[in-house]
T-cell receptor
Framework: DSGVTQTPKHLITATGQRVTLRCSPRSGDLSVYWYQQSLDQGLQFLIQYYNGEERAKGNILERFSAQQFPDLHSELNLSSLELGDSALYFC????????????FGSGTRLTVV | QKEVEQDPGPLSVPEGAIVSLNCTYSNSAFQYFMWYRQYSRKGPELLMYTYSSGNKEDGRFTAQVDKSSKYISLFIRDSQPSDSATYLCAMSAGGGGADGLTFGKGTHLIIQP
């Protein structure tokens, strides 16, 4: 157990729907990162939050949004889902704002049908 | 050309062999270099990180960075069946979280008992 908790582990939903993925960072970590992993693109950086504030954006679609709450857990919201959004979504956390030395969660496998 | 290139494998070697895994990259601004190991259905786990050029050793693992050639390597000595996994290289220009990590697609390594 890495200490980073992601729920749910699996999610199957239909095109056009909206889902929310949840991440609880490792105890004491203030930064949360979201990554998408697909077979053709590999791991792609989506967005980073530090202590409730957005710090960096990567290849995140406009249909996707995220937030980090006062208790430091984070949620990734995916809307108007398309078949191509099917992927593994990982959350990672670090103590500060440096982006190496991540601790990853086990991921949420999203299948859009 | 993708920013980070990594041979997907699979790379199959006998137990006890020395394994060499490599990545090439195109962005000369990258200064932080990492290797992650990912087992099936799990999140990536940080193995090594180095800053700029040079070598770093940790137990059976050695990471090398040659910035002049834009080439990084991970060597695994006395390989074990438990080393069978996908190995991902990752890199970034800054440590401050401004750009996330750029990952290779991973090399699938199989250690034959």
């Amino acid at each position: 157990d890495s200490g980073v908790t992601q729920t749910p582990k699996h999610l199957i939903t239909a095109t056009g729907q909206r889902v929310t993925l949840r991440c609880s960072p490792r105890s004491g970590d203030l930064s949360v990162y979201w990554y998408q992993q697909s077979l053709d693109q590999g791991l792609q950086f989506l967005i980073q939050y530090y202590n409730g504030e957005e710090r960096a954006k990567g290849n995140i679609l406009e249909r996707f949004s995220a937030q980090q709450f006062p208790d430091l857990h984070s949620e990734l919201n995916l809307s108007s889902l398309e078949l191509g959004d099917s992927a593994l979504y990982f959350c990672a956390s670090t103590l500060g704002t440096v982006n190496y030395g991540y601790t990853f969660g086990s991921g949420t496998r999203l299948t859009v049908v | 050309q993708k920013e980070v290139e990594q041979d997907p494998g699979p790379l199959s070697v006998p137990e006890g062999a020395i394994v060499s895994l490599n990545c090439t990259y195109s962005n000369s601004a990258f200064q932080y270099f990492m290797w992650y190991r990912q087992y099936s259905r799990k999140g990536p786990e940080l193995l090594m990180y180095t800053y700029s050029s040079g070598n770093k050793e940790d137990g059976r693992f050695t990471a090398q960075v040659d910035k002049s050639s834009k080439y990084i390597s991970l060597f695994i000595r006395d390989s074990q069946p438990s080393d069978s996994a996908t190995y991902l290289c990752a890199m970034s220009a800054g440590g401050g979280g401004a750009d996330g990590l750029t990952f290779g697609k991973g090399t699938h390594l199989i250690i034959q008992p």
